[in-house]
């Protein structure tokens, strides 16, 4: 029993352990550490009972707090009743002390009145003074903007454009980033690409002005540049010319002199044009203002534009190109359309140049070589078309004086020309042609205008001029005394004179080309030869194939044609002293004026032959022979005295051609005579004739043969002249003597008295003489004579008809 009253040891264990954490609840009471609710949490939380065992503990500890607080209290009490005591009689002095702090508390609130307004107006004053202070800051950081937006402004009101990039560029990029919270600076940040738009759009329509521009001033600076070119190049050529003495030697006095003072002129003339024109000399800044291209580049260029406006740059200028290099249809009428065609040119290309020197990128070498390019091979074509239509020949060398200036003029600024001074060539052929064709007009003239009769000269001086005009030499002319004749007429100095004019119009051609001494002699030397091969060679012969022209008038033009065979050694030597060119030089060519006149020569000697076997035959015609005759008139016949004394006349008046061609002429006309004679015996038409008649014409036959044997035209040898009447002299003889016996006896032998007799030709007339015996004879058969006769024309006629088929035959 008593055991089971004792506790055991843990519940003496948890007991002590409960009042433990009573007492820990109770410290954590008292030192007000909250929140309790853990504390009390604890307690609650552990037993049923344990609230009423917490509250004993508390009350106890409560009491035991009061007990130790009743004991402080007792400990402190005199002294809390001293202090009192003190307290008390210190009460009246502390009301007194309030009195009087009321009093000072008042008297300092009245006298803070004024000090409290003063400090707040100063208060307010720091107050704007800050503000004011913080606005000045703030302005000083807007003002600059404020300045440089006015700036842009004013630069943008006086199309300054470039500068009002660059200030755009400074205002993002360091002022606007400063104040960038105000909302002005928005406002202009968000008009800061409107205005680069407007400048772009500004600057492009001034490069389209610009362009518009140098497209209307092309001419002009074309013009100015091509001018200043010309100029230069006169200046030199003239000083060159002046300065060189052997230019135009040994040409004739007048000649010389009238080029010396021309030269002089020229010289002085232009020492005087160059003093003008160098007091202003203009270029094609002078001409167009290029600073919208630069303005506009710079614009493009800063806006990373740049290549935009290549691009736009180089587009509309090949349009603009390809204008310029569109002729007009009627350019080739006169000198001044080509002009203003090349000037157009000249400035477009004077533009890209200047441009490309100026400028970096905008245009290129590569660039401008390309459009010269293109636009070269244009320009050729359209030369080559439009030089085609050119039928003056002036206008023709100033479009080749034109070119020449074009070419160097653009060969100055670096452009390659060389295909324009081949396209030279191709034009001086054109040129020749204009040339002869001008030339063969006035070879026309001259011959038409001459008389064709010996130059008459009254005295030294008119001799003299007429030498001075066409080199002629002769001694034998010199012997004799005023007034005497020249053998040619005038045409030949003319004519001379006029190929000198043609050598000079051609020469004017060949300057300028760039070409040697040598290739210019060649050039002068193969238009010359054109000029006397084709041009005069054929005016001679249209001249020679006129009919107007007489028997008179040929022999004149063999005359003219030697003197001026003679003078192509002076044409030679005159080509050679303009050239400088030796005539000993390998490659130097020849003229073919010789065969040229040896041609006409001969043409006109043919045409003589012609004339004069064509004035035989009207004379043949007027013959009137009466076949029938029984007896010759014992005379000759009228036509043919008239003849012979014609041919008298005429052959006495080729006393001044070659001896060669008046005896060919003679013996042609004498054969053309003989062949006539003997066609009209043979005429198939002639029926019958007569022994009368043939009587008769050998009497005409043997006045020709008296003319043959009078040496009408000296040099004949012998009976050579009366040999072109052999066939029918010898064919009279045999009928005139009736000697058949022996033609036929002797036939085909070597030594035939008849030998040039034909058969056929003996047969044709012995059958026209048998039928007019029978017509003529009715009682022929009645007469023993007459019948013997018949039958010996019968039987020779049966002889020559063998012969003749016997030969037939053979052949």
């Given at each position: 029993?008593?055991?089971?009253?004792?506790?055991n040891?843990?519940?003496?264990y948890?007991?002590?352990?409960?009042?433990?954490?009573?007492?820990?609840?109770?410290a954590?009471?008292e030192?007000?550490e909250?929140?309790?609710?853990?504390?009390?949490?604890?307690?609650?939380?552990d037993?049923?009972?344990?609230?009423?065992?917490?509250?004993?503990?508390?009350?106890?500890?409560?009491?035991?707090?009061?007990?130790?607080?009743e004991?402080?209290?007792?400990?402190?009490?005199?002294?809390?009743?001293?202090?009192?005591?003190?307290?008390?009689?210190?009460?009246?002095?502390?009301?007194?002390?309030?009195?009087?702090?009321?009093?000072?508390?008042?008297?300092?609130?009245?006298?803070?009145?004024?000090?409290?307004?003063?400090?707040?107006?100063?208060?307010?004053?720091?107050?704007?003074?800050?503000?004011?202070?913080?606005?000045?800051?703030?302005?000083?950081?807007?003002?600059?903007?404020?300045?440089?937006?006015?700036?842009?402004?004013?630069?943008?009101?006086?199309?300054r454009?470039?500068?009002?990039?660059?200030?755009?560029?400074?205002?993002?990029?360091?002022?606007?980033?400063r104040?960038?919270?105000?909302?002005?600076?928005?406002?202009?940040i968000?008009?800061?690409?409107?205005?680069?738009?407007?400048?772009?759009?500004?600057?492009?329509?001034?490069?389209?002005?610009?362009?518009?521009?140098?497209?209307?001033?092309?001419?002009r600076?074309?013009?100015?540049?091509m001018?200043?070119?010309?100029?230069?190049?006169?200046?030199?050529?003239?000083?060159?010319?002046?300065?060189?003495?052997?230019?135009?030697?040994?040409?004739?006095?007048?000649?010389?002199?009238?080029?010396?003072?021309?030269?002089?002129?020229?010289l002085?003339?232009?020492?005087?044009?160059?003093?003008?024109?160098?007091e202003?000399?203009?270029?094609?800044q002078?001409?167009?203002?290029?600073?919208?291209?630069?303005r506009?580049?710079?614009?493009?260029?800063?806006?990373?534009?740049?290549?935009i406006f290549?691009?736009?740059?180089?587009?509309?200028?090949?349009?603009?190109?390809?204008?310029?290099?569109?002729?007009?249809?009627?350019?080739?009428?006169t000198?001044?359309?080509?002009?203003?065609?090349?000037?157009?040119?000249?400035?477009?290309?004077v533009?890209?140049?200047?441009?490309?020197?100026?400028?970096?990128?905008?245009?290129?070498?590569?660039?401008?070589?390309?459009?010269?390019n293109?636009?070269?091979?244009?320009?050729?074509?359209?030369?080559?078309?439009?030089?085609?239509?050119?039928?003056?020949?002036?206008?023709?060398?100033?479009?080749?004086?034109?070119?020449?200036?074009?070419?160097?003029?653009?060969?100055?600024?670096?452009?390659?020309?060389?295909?324009?001074?081949?396209?030279?060539?191709?034009?001086?052929?054109?040129?020749?042609?204009?040339?002869?064709?001008?030339?063969?007009?006035?070879f026309?003239?001259?011959?038409?205008?001459?008389?064709?009769?010996?130059?008459?000269?009254?005295?030294?001086?008119e001799?003299?001029?007429?030498i001075?005009?066409?080199?002629?030499q002769?001694s034998?002319?010199?012997?004799?005394s005023?007034?005497?004749?020249?053998?040619?007429?005038?045409?030949v100095?003319?004519?001379?004179?006029?190929?000198?004019e043609?050598i000079y119009?051609?020469?004017?051609?060949?300057?300028?080309?760039?070409?040697?001494?040598?290739?210019?002699?060649?050039?002068?030397?193969?238009?010359?030869?054109?000029?006397?091969?084709?041009?005069?060679?054929?005016?001679?012969?249209?001249?020679?194939?006129?009919?107007?022209i007489g028997?008179?008038?040929?022999?004149?033009?063999?005359i003219?044609?030697?003197?001026?065979?003679?003078?192509?050694?002076?044409?030679?030597?005159?080509?050679?002293?303009?050239?400088?060119?030796?005539?000993?030089?390998?490659?130097?060519?020849?003229?073919?004026?010789?065969?040229?006149?040896?041609?006409?020569?001969?043409?006109?000697?043919?045409?003589?032959?012609?004339?004069?076997?064509?004035?035989?035959?009207?004379?043949?015609?007027?013959?009137?022979?009466?076949?029938?005759?029984?007896?010759?008139?014992?005379?000759?016949?009228?036509?043919?005295?008239?003849?012979?004394?014609f041919?008298?006349?005429?052959?006495?008046?080729?006393?001044?051609?070659?001896g060669?061609?008046?005896?060919?002429?003679c013996?042609?006309?004498?054969?053309?005579?003989?062949?006539?004679?003997?066609q009209?015996?043979?005429?198939?038409?002639?029926?019958?004739?007569?022994?009368?008649?043939?009587?008769?014409?050998?009497?005409?036959v043997?006045?020709?043969?008296?003319?043959a044997?009078?040496?009408?035209v000296?040099?004949?040898?012998?009976?050579?002249?009366?040999?072109?009447?052999i066939?029918?002299?010898?064919?009279?003889d045999?009928?005139?003597?009736?000697d058949?016996?022996?033609?036929?006896?002797?036939?085909?032998?070597?030594?035939?008295?008849?030998?040039?007799?034909?058969p056929?030709?003996?047969?044709t007339l012995?059958?026209?003489?048998?039928?007019?015996?029978?017509?003529?004879?009715?009682?022929?058969?009645f007469r023993?004579?007459d019948?013997?006769?018949?039958?010996l024309?019968?039987?020779?006629v049966?002889?020559?008809?063998?012969?003749?088929?016997?030969?037939?035959?053979?052949?």
């Amino acid at each position: 029993m008593a055991r089971k009253s004792r506790p055991n040891m843990s519940e003496m264990y948890l007991e002590e352990n409960k009042d433990q954490i009573y007492e820990n609840a109770l410290a954590e009471i008292e030192s007000f550490e909250l929140p309790l609710g853990t504390t009390l949490r604890s307690v609650y939380d552990d037993q049923p009972n344990a609230h009423q065992r917490f509250m004993e503990k508390l009350d106890a500890c409560i009491r035991n707090h009061d007990r130790e607080i009743e004991k402080m209290c007792n400990f402190h009490h005199q002294g809390f009743v001293d202090a009192i005591t003190e307290l008390l009689k210190v009460r009246a002095d502390a009301e007194k002390l309030k009195v009087q702090v009321t009093d000072t508390n008042r008297r300092l609130q009245d006298a803070g009145k004024e000090v409290i307004a003063q400090t707040e107006e100063i208060i307010r004053c720091r107050v704007q003074q800050r503000n004011i202070t913080t606005v000045v800051e703030k302005l000083q950081l807007c003002l600059p903007v404020l300045e440089m937006y006015s700036k842009l402004k004013e630069q943008m009101k006086v199309k300054r454009y470039y500068s009002a990039l660059k200030t755009m560029e400074q205002l993002e990029n360091l002022y606007l980033p400063r104040v960038s919270q105000y909302r002005f600076c928005q406002i202009m940040i968000e008009n800061l690409p409107k205005l680069r738009e407007e400048i772009k759009e500004i600057s492009m329509s001034d490069l389209k002005d610009f362009l518009e521009s140098i497209r209307k001033h092309s001419d002009r600076i074309g013009e100015t540049a091509m001018k200043q070119a010309q100029q230069q190049k006169t200046f030199s050529i003239t000083l060159q010319k002046h300065n060189n003495v052997n230019y135009g030697r040994n040409m004739h006095l007048g000649r010389s002199r009238i080029l010396e003072s021309k030269n002089e002129m020229t010289l002085k003339r232009t020492f005087e044009e160059d003093d003008e024109h160098d007091e202003e000399v203009l270029t094609a800044q002078d001409l167009v203002d290029f600073s919208p291209v630069y303005r506009c580049l710079h614009i493009y260029s800063v806006l990373g534009d740049g290549e935009i406006f290549e691009n736009y740059y180089r587009k509309q200028r090949r349009k603009q190109a390809r204008l310029v290099l569109q002729p007009q249809s009627s350019m080739h009428e006169t000198v001044e359309g080509y002009r203003r065609y090349f000037s157009q040119i000249v400035g477009f290309f004077v533009v890209e140049d200047h441009i490309l020197h100026v400028t970096q990128g905008l245009v290129t070498r590569t660039y401008t070589d390309e459009l010269w390019n293109m636009a070269l091979s244009k320009i050729i074509a359209v030369l080559r078309t439009h030089s085609s239509y050119c039928n003056d020949p002036d206008l023709v060398l100033e479009l080749k004086n034109l070119i020449v200036v074009f070419a160097d003029t653009l060969q100055g600024y670096g452009f390659p020309v060389n295909r324009l001074f081949d396209l030279l060539f191709e034009i001086r052929d054109q040129y020749n042609e204009t040339l002869l064709k001008k030339w063969s007009g006035l070879f026309r003239d001259i011959f038409e205008a001459d008389n064709y009769s010996p130059i008459p000269v009254a005295n030294e001086e008119e001799y003299k001029i007429v030498i001075s005009k066409f080199p002629f030499q002769d001694s034998e002319l010199d012997k004799q005394s005023f007034p005497k004749k020249l053998p040619m007429s005038q045409s030949v100095p003319q004519i001379y004179i006029q190929v000198k004019e043609f050598i000079y119009a051609s020469l004017k051609f060949s300057e300028s080309l760039h070409r040697s001494s040598t290739e210019i002699d060649d050039m002068l030397r193969k238009s010359t030869n054109l000029l006397l091969t084709r041009t005069l060679s054929s005016c001679l012969q249209n001249l020679i194939k006129k009919p107007h022209i007489g028997l008179t008038e040929l022999v004149q033009i063999i005359i003219n044609t030697t003197h001026l065979e003679l003078a192509c050694k002076y044409l030679e030597d005159f080509i050679s002293n303009i050239t400088n060119i030796s005539q000993v030089t390998v490659h130097t060519a020849r003229l073919y004026g010789l065969s040229t006149f040896k041609d006409a020569r001969h043409a006109a000697e043919g045409e003589i032959y012609t004339k004069l076997n064509q004035k035989i035959d009207e004379f043949i015609q007027i013959a009137d022979y009466d076949w029938t005759m029984s007896e010759s008139d014992g005379r000759a016949s009228g036509y043919l005295m008239d003849l012979i004394n014609f041919l008298r006349s005429t052959f006495q008046v080729f006393t001044h051609l070659p001896g060669k061609v008046a005896q060919t002429a003679c013996m042609s006309a004498c054969q053309h005579l003989s062949t006539s004679l003997m066609q009209m015996l043979l005429d198939a038409e002639l029926k019958q004739i007569s022994m009368g008649a043939i009587q008769q014409f050998n009497l005409d036959v043997i006045q020709c043969e008296l003319f043959a044997s009078s040496e009408p035209v000296p040099g004949f040898q012998g009976d050579t002249l009366q040999l072109a009447f052999i066939d029918l002299r010898q064919l009279l003889d045999l009928f005139m003597v009736w000697d058949w016996s022996t033609y036929l006896a002797d036939y085909g032998q070597a030594t035939s008295k008849y030998l040039r007799v034909n058969p056929s030709t003996a047969l044709t007339l012995l059958e026209k003489m048998r039928d007019s015996s029978k017509k003529n004879n009715i009682f022929a058969q009645f007469r023993k004579n007459d019948r013997d006769k018949q039958k010996l024309i019968e039987t020779v006629v049966k002889q020559l008809r063998s012969l003749v088929n016997g030969m037939s035959q053979h052949t």
